[in-house]
């Protein structure tokens, strides 16, 4: 067998890839994996679909050329448009490479791992779109990177774009943004699991060859591709799988929440949903063209009026309490504070848009160093509600000063507690003796 670094991430393990995927891959490279060419044993694959299924990369393009900041280099692993980092979650998805983002059609979960941690300590940032098109990959790592997705948006909003495909893994990482938008033409769904195994014993019975496999352990050579697959084998890996799908099913609901539930998902059977369809069942929000609708989700975090939460906040328990203050969770504001819609705002008579927009930097820059501030106080072992410091208003140098006084009276207290009585007066001090002396002889 050639390659045998990527047949083992091919056959004999689930995957979380829309079937005529599979096919495609293995039509395209079976050969040159195998030696020969690759028939299917499993009906229902259309070769149609295994014709258009490709596996190039894409560029993105929901933001189209308004990524970046103009004439500044950044260092920060994502694009970067009007405070919103796109993360691209395209190609074949693979749990480890030493990349980030897409590359020779496959993405990492591991690069979008690095790309998500770094968007929420990015004080740039205000929100994050998952740009995804991917009829999926490997299950390893894949619930734990949609984990963490679920997690992010206790911290920054997070919304998914599809066009075209969310398919398998790619349609588990989507079902955790808060919000999931498709085209007209644009796919979701096939929540569930496919393991693929070749049969080479034939061939081998062609070619006058036999494979002998010396083992220990009895399930040590289970799956082989020298021998077909034993029925008692079939029926474990097949169990395997029925564990997968409802791990899968059960993610999902974790994501959509009352939007679908992991009944609902597995009453889906796998099938894939397209357009208006994806969102009568549950698994999409919204159909619309990507571009209008991230311009649309950047638009809606440029005009919140409440204070984003700044960077650098933990995913702990607390974060719960900590997550930005949204029209969902801000208390109803009295008529005295309602705020004034920016479309209905009046500029005053000598404020000019380019001064709005510096107060609106300096606010988000102080934010961000008050975060700095309380992730500093929380190594010494103070624990400061950042959200708070920012809704109260409370500046840099009040919170350093506070902070210290803090500090200084903690090392008081520790002080007066760990002195203790003692049993009977300290020894004079040499030093200080010697002082007593020379001042008694001078008197005389």
């Not at 619930?143 to 206790?154: H, T, Y």
């Not at 911290?155 to 790619?170: E, T, Y």
């Not at 960077?311 to 801000?330: G, Y």
């Not at 010494?380 to 902070?403: E, N």
């Amino acid at each position: 067998m050639h390659h045998p670094q990527i047949a083992q991430r091919v056959f004999n393990t689930p995957l979380l890839v829309e079937p005529a995927k599979a096919a495609a891959f293995l039509a395209g490279l079976g050969p040159l994996i195998t030696g020969q060419e690759i028939a299917f044993a499993t009906s229902g694959i259309d070769e149609a679909d295994v014709a258009n299924a490709t596996m190039q990369a894409r560029t993105s393009f929901i933001a189209g050329n308004a990524t970046g900041q103009a004439g500044e280099p950044r260092d920060q692993p994502y694009a970067l448009a009007d405070g919103v980092a796109i993360i691209p979650i395209a190609g074949t998805l693979v749990h480890r490479g030493a990349w980030i983002g897409q590359s020779s059609g496959l993405t990492s979960y591991e690069g979008i791992t690095t790309q998500i941690d770094t968007a929420l300590g990015d004080p740039e940032v205000r929100g994050i779109a998952l740009e995804i098109d991917s009829f999926g990959g490997e299950v390893a790592g894949a619930f734990d990177l949609a984990d963490r997705i679920r997690s992010a948006r206790d911290i920054k909003p997070v919304q998914a774009f599809v066009a075209d495909h969310a398919l398998s893994a790619g349609y588990a990482l989507a079902s955790q943004a808060d919000r999931i938008v498709l085209s007209r033409t644009g796919a979701v769904g096939s929540i569930g699991v496919v393991l693929m195994h070749t049969d080479m014993s034939g061939m081998l019975e062609a070619k006058g060859l036999s494979v002998t496999l010396v083992h220990a352990g009895a399930h040590k050579t289970d799956g082989n591709p020298y021998a077909p697959l034993p029925e008692p084998v079939r029926d474990r890996l097949q169990a395997e799988l029925d564990d997968l799908r409802t791990l899968f099913a059960q993610t999902v609901a974790a994501g959509r929440g009352s939007r679908l539930s992991a009944e609902a998902a597995l009453a889906t059977e796998a099938a894939v949903f397209r357009g208006t369809d994806a969102v009568t069942a549950g698994l999409a929000d919204a159909v619309g063209d990507p571009r209008s609708a991230f311009a649309g989700f950047v638009s809606e975090l440029n005009t919140q009026t409440s204070t984003p939460l700044p960077a650098q906040i933990p995913f702990t328990a607390q974060s719960q309490q900590e997550k930005p203050m949204t029209e969902q969770t801000d208390p109803a504001p009295s008529d005295a504070e309602t705020p004034i819609a920016p479309e209905q705002a009046s500029p005053a008579e000598n404020e000019t848009p380019s001064a709005a927009s510096a107060d609106a930097d300096a606010i988000r820059t102080e934010a961000a160093e008050v975060a700095q501030i309380c992730a500093q106080a929380g190594r010494l072992g103070l624990t400061i509600d950042a959200a708070d410091a920012v809704r109260r208003g409370l500046k840099p140098d009040a919170l350093r000063s506070k902070i210290l006084g803090d500090l200084a009276a903690a090392g008081d207290a520790a002080g007066i507690h760990a002195a203790a009585p003692a049993a009977t007066p300290p020894a004079e001090s040499p030093i200080v003796a010697a002082a007593r002396r020379a001042a008694g002889t001078a008197e005389r």
